[in-house]
Nanobody, 126 residues
């Protein structure tokens, strides 16, 4: 059974930083592209960032480009989302996800992902 687990969320002030982690069981995360999405109350889930299985290709939403960095440590089988210069509008539940197929490219469409974590809450106070 595939399970993705996010961690690292919390309550911080505007301008602060957080680093989210995504780990997996039931699949070899190193072989999968990974995407981060977020969902704020009353809003639809939106793409944040994605990284290819080899880590050579990344993609970002315009709203986070230059502030967030996605990376992976294949030795630790973990994908990270480093979030800097956080804003109140970054408040949301953050999810990591993998597509069904291994060795795939990055994708910004949530429909391209099959396995999802339960999410971690990120709250930014002004």
């Amino acid at each position: 059974q595939v399970q993705l687990v996010e961690s690292g969320g919390g309550l911080v002030q505007a301008g602060d930083s957080l680093r989210l982690s995504c780990a997996a069981s039931g699949l070899t995360l190193n072989n999968y592209a990974v995407g981060w999405f977020r969902q704020a109350p009353g809003k639809e889930r939106e793409f944040v960032a994605a990284i290819s299985w080899g880590g050579t290709t990344t993609a970002y939403a315009d709203s986070v480009r230059g502030r967030f960095t996605i990376s992976r440590d294949n030795a630790k089988k973990t994908v990270y989302l480093e979030m800097n210069s956080l804003k109140p509008e970054d408040t949301a539940v953050y999810f990591c996800a993998t597509p069904a197929a291994t060795f795939s490219r990055t994708a910004s469409n949530a429909d391209a992902y099959r396995n999802w974590g339960q999410g971690t809450q990120v709250t930014i106070s002004s």
